[in-house]
């Protein structure tokens, strides 16, 4: 497989479940992000890592943790959510998290939560 | 903070037609900024980008976009459109000179659908 992948593609899920999204990349690239995409509203930047370490959390609840075991693999394990967090979640990676890096989006993983 | 507005949420044009999507942002100085399109069920997938240099830009696809700062604007141009080209396109602007990861700030996005 090339480029970055997601799985699973859709998830519906109970608010007292807990479920995780994966993703990974196949470019070699350093920097991985989660993004998360509601109808109607801007693309919202979550969580960066570069190097496997955490550089951005953006105010994301606790109910969303996010796990980056290596620089190929980013997780986003979810827990007791709430009907509004139904949204498409993008992962995308870049070379090494510099401004300049031009950043590789996956398909996304549709969230409903019920 | 900075911020990016499309104030086109949906456009329609007739395949061969020229295309022209607005992108204003604020921010205090000039920011890297980028148009992404979404097709159905895709990612994103980046056009476009400007750091510095000349304001005219050529992208993938045939897409361009121009810099004009005076208007803080970054609109996105194509001299004929293709009915491939339905999709939604999304402006970014990240603030330059940062370390520690690309921090994109995205516009509400402009859904184009192309007429045949």
């Known amino acids: 497989e090339t480029g970055v992948t997601q799985t699973p593609r859709h998830l519906v899920m109970g608010m007292t479940n807990k479920k995780s999204l994966k993703c990974e990349q196949h470019?070699?690239?350093?920097?991985m992000y989660w993004y998360k995409q509601s109808a109607k509203k801007p693309l919202e930047l979550m969580f960066v890592?570069?190097?496997?370490?955490?550089?951005e959390n953006n105010s994301v609840p606790s109910r969303f943790s996010p796990e980056c075991p290596n620089s190929s693999h980013l997780f986003l394990h979810l827990h007791t959510l709430q009907p509004e967090d139904s949204a498409l979640y993008l992962c995308?990676?870049?070379?090494?998290?510099?401004?300049?890096?031009?950043?590789?989006f996956g398909p996304g993983t549709r969230l409903t939560v019920l | 903070a900075q911020s990016v507005t499309q104030p086109d949420i949906h456009i329609t044009v007739s395949e061969g037609a020229s295309l022209e999507l607005r992108c204003n942002y604020s921010?205090?100085?000039?920011?890297?900024l980028f148009w992404y399109v979404q097709s159905p069920g895709q990612g994103l997938q980046l056009l476009l980008k400007?750091?510095?240099?000349?304001?005219l830009v050529q992208g993938i696809k045939g897409f361009e976009a121009e810099f004009k700062r005076s208007q803080s604007s970054f609109n996105l141009r194509k001299p004929s459109v293709h009915w491939s080209d339905a999709a939604e396109y999304f402006c970014?602007?990240?603030?330059?000179?940062?370390?520690?990861?690309?921090?994109?700030?995205f516009g509400t996005g402009t859904q184009l659908k192309v007429e045949l």
């Open positions: 995308a990676s870049s070379h090494s998290g510099g401004t300049t890096d031009t950043q590789y």
């Open positions: 470019l070699g690239h350093n920097a």
């Open positions: 890592y570069n190097f496997k370490e955490q550089t």
């Open positions: 921010y205090g100085a000039t920011p890297y």
């Open positions: 400007y750091f510095s240099g000349d304001t």
């Open positions: 970014a602007v990240a603030p330059p000179n940062t370390g520690g990861g690309n921090k994109l700030t």
